[in-house]
């Protein structure tokens, strides 16, 4: 296989590498060959977030930052970026940028490994929000620091430094000039096009997509690599060819029209996770509890859906919410109800020659969202809950979501999706059943998780016993029947350590 050059801009510099294999990190390329140790290996699985860079793209005039992991990122696909690494952020006078300035003032500087992740994940915060004249919140220092473990428990002068940045001078980049920069590599890139025989092939348009993929059913698909990247770091797998779907312009739309939200396949987790939240406000934190903010930054809803794991986040919601995906390839493309994708544990209906294209998800409820139902409309109701032993980056150990609609206090819509309990995602069909043209009453709550319960032979592993996963499914049914009622402090997102301390 042929190699490809990979060229992005660092420090205002183009860098161009040529002969790195396809499955070779971003992490490896900055250590190994680039010899730039300052960023770290902890866990080399997008847990700790010790390997944390930020990336740009252009997005409507401006640049787009985004911190990533760079240990599970796979190098060529950083291919026509902007890359920041820890090193590059101070000035050549050695001025520390206020990212770094602020964990020296708020002596937020702990240990080696996690210190470099957390200056990166400051710096992500500065770009899209301080120099864009936010306020940074307790709460918003969080959220972007989600991905960034400390084992010291060192957080509070972190988060300090975090709310600290504004009040230093200015340091701002060059956009202009990395924009033409970026332009100039995309023109490039877009002149040459693809060749069939290079080991890692990234299409920028659909078309070309499909006629690699029909050309070359063996390469490795890879979106994000949230997944993937494990597979490279922890089994060692190596790929002979990779077809990357990142780059794809029409896969990374989101578009609305009157009956869909219609989200492109290689939309990043945080792109779609906005998109979904702006029509449903109550899913925020829902999405929040996804991995941490650098694996939403660079994981795909596509990526997501096609891995399909049982106990994935997108899939319940998704499914409770009708959603159908749409496959592609060079023969045309088909749609299906999600949850008809899966045919078992990590498998699906995917032809060698297919993609997975779009997620098109129905408006239902208010077309004012965030609103209150208006007359005629019915009531709506939709709640997803995640059950994981810790509240950020962590993997669910029982996912369910809801989506009901009542009319005159009769089940008159109902969809009900549910992680962690079968080989796949699933629809609890039995228990929209026990619901479908009911009235909504405790006791009907009550026959909806018997229903539950006797649909889904839960297992165990290390994340629950299958009791506990079979208990805690009916709890979530009382607690959606609760939260139908008013009852809105049922949640962990409404607990407070403070109140619930011991007099
Ligand atoms: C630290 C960490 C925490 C995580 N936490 C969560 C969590 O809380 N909840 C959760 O659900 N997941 C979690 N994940 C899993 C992961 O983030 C998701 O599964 C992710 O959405 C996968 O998307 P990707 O774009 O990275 O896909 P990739 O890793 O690139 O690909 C995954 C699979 O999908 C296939 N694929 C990708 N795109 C397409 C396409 N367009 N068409 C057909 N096939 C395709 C690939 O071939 C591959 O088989 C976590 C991962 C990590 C590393
Ligand atoms: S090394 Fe831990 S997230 Fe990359
Ligand atoms: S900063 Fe590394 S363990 Fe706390």
Redesign the pocket.
């Given at each position: 296989m042929e190699s490809r050059t990979i060229r992005f801009s660092r420090r205002g510099e183009l860098v161009s590498l040529t002969n790195v294999p396809p499955e070779r990190t971003l992490l490896q390329v900055l250590r190994e060959d680039l010899g730039a140790t300052g960023t770290k290996e902890g866990c080399g699985?997008?847990?700790c977030g010790a390997c944390t860079v930020v990336i740009a793209e252009p997005d409507q005039g401006r640049l787009r930052y985004r911190a990533i992991?760079a240990c599970?990122r796979l190098a060529h696909s950083i291919d026509g970026m902007a890359l920041w690494t820890v090193e590059d952020l101070a000035g050549s006078d050695g001025a520390l940028h206020p990212a770094q300035e602020a964990m020296v003032q708020a002596h937020g500087s702990q240990c080696g490994f996690c210190t470099p992740g957390f200056v990166m994940s400051l710096f992500g915060m500065y770009q899209n929000h301080v120099l864009r004249g936010a306020t940074v919140t307790r709460e918003l220092a969080q959220e972007e620091l989600s991905g960034n473990l400390c084992r010291c428990t060192g957080y509070r002068p972190i988060l300090d430094a975090a709310q600290s940045m504004a009040a230093l001078p200015r340091i701002e980049q060059d956009e202009q000039a990395i924009l033409r920069q970026l332009e100039a590599l995309h023109a490039q890139r877009a002149s040459e096009g693809v060749r069939g025989a290079s080991a890692y092939l990234a299409p920028l348009g659909l078309p070309e997509l499909l006629r690699l993929r029909a050309a070359h059913p063996q390469a490795?698909?890879?979106?994000?690599?949230?997944?993937?990247?494990?597979w490279v770091t922890k089994m060692h797998q190596q790929f002979g060819q990779v077809l990357d779907?990142t780059q794809v312009q029409e896969?990374q739309r989101i578009a609305h029209d009157e009956q869909h939200l219609t989200i492109g396949?290689?939309a990043t987790?945080t792109s779609a996770s906005e998109a979904l939240a702006a029509q449903w406000p109550q899913l925020a934190a829902f999405f929040q509890?996804?991995?941490?903010l650098p694996?939403r930054n660079?994981?795909?809803?596509?990526?997501?859906v096609?891995?399909g794991?049982p106990?994935?986040?997108?899939m319940p919601l998704l499914i409770a919410l009708g959603a159908r995906v749409v496959l592609l390839s060079v023969r045309g493309e088909r749609e299906l109800p999600l949850e008809q994708f899966y045919t078992g544990y990590r498998q699906n209906v995917?032809a060698g020659d297919?993609?997975?294209?779009w997620i098109k998800v129905p408006r239902t409820g208010s077309p004012h969202p965030g609103a209150l139902p208006q007359a005629g409309e019915g009531e709506e109701f939709l709640r997803a809950y995640k059950i994981s032993k810790r509240y950020d980056?962590?993997?669910?150990a029982v996912c369910l979501a809801i989506r009901m609609r009542l009319r005159d206090g009769v089940v008159e819509e109902i969809g009900i999706g549910a992680g962690g309990v079968a080989a796949t995602p699933a629809r609890a069909v039995q228990a929209e059943a026990a619901l479908r043209g009911q009235p909504w009453t405790a006791q009907a709550a009550r026959r909806a998780a018997a229903a539950l319960g006797a649909e889904f032979r839960p297992i165990s592993d290390m994340r629950a016993s299958a009791a506990y996963r079979a208990e805690v499914l009916a709890n979530l049914v009382q607690r959606f029947w609760l939260e139908t009622q008013g009852h809105a402090d049922v949640n962990l997102e409404s607990f407070r350590l403070a109140e619930a301390a011991l007099p």
């Open positions: 699985e997008g847990d992991n599970i490795q698909l890879v979106a994000g690599c949230t997944d993937v990247g494990l779907v896969l396949a290689a987790l509890r996804f991995a941490g694996v660079a994981g795909t809803l596509g990526g997501n096609a891995n794991s106990i994935g986040d997108s995917l297919e993609v997975v294209g980056d962590d993997i669910s």
